[in-house]
């Protein structure tokens, strides 16, 4: 019936050493495969993140470049432009620009030539006065 020695071989055969090692160094060979497609997945992860968010930033200036394009198609859009771009006003109208305090203190102050500068400024003024 049962082939008791065949099976016994078996066993001994499976239960070796050497079995034991030759699948220890197929499953290290399929943990670094499986370790190596991992990392491939995480990268392609990343890039298709990295990509989707620079599409969308794309998007987004293309929208705005429509809308721009649409409202320049209009004369109220162009005289828009036309006013803040380059200041212009119509015939009649007047254009204030206001400026703003000049700054005070320590940021105000010129800065300090140094000893050689002060006299070279001298002998300049001095070759010149002649």
């Not at 929208?63 to 721009?68: F, G, I, S």
């Amino acid at each position: 019936m049962f082939d008791f020695e065949g099976k016994k071989l078996l066993e001994w055969i499976l239960y070796s050493k050497a079995a034991v090692g030759a699948l220890i160094v197929l499953l290290f060979f399929a943990l670094s495969a499986v370790w190596g497609v991992y990392e491939k997945y995480r990268e392609a992860k990343s890039n298709t993140d990295a990509a989707l968010a620079e599409y969308a930033e794309v998007e987004t200036r293309v929208n705005a470049l429509q809308a721009e394009v649409s409202e320049l198609k209009t004369d109220r859009g162009v005289e828009r432009v036309i006013r803040e771009e380059f200041g212009f006003a119509e015939e009649g109208e007047g254009v204030v620009v206001i400026v703003g305090d000049p700054p005070q203190g320590e940021e105000a102050a010129l800065p300090q030539k140094s000893f050689l500068g002060g006299v070279w400024e001298s002998v300049r003024n001095i070759r010149f006065k002649m």
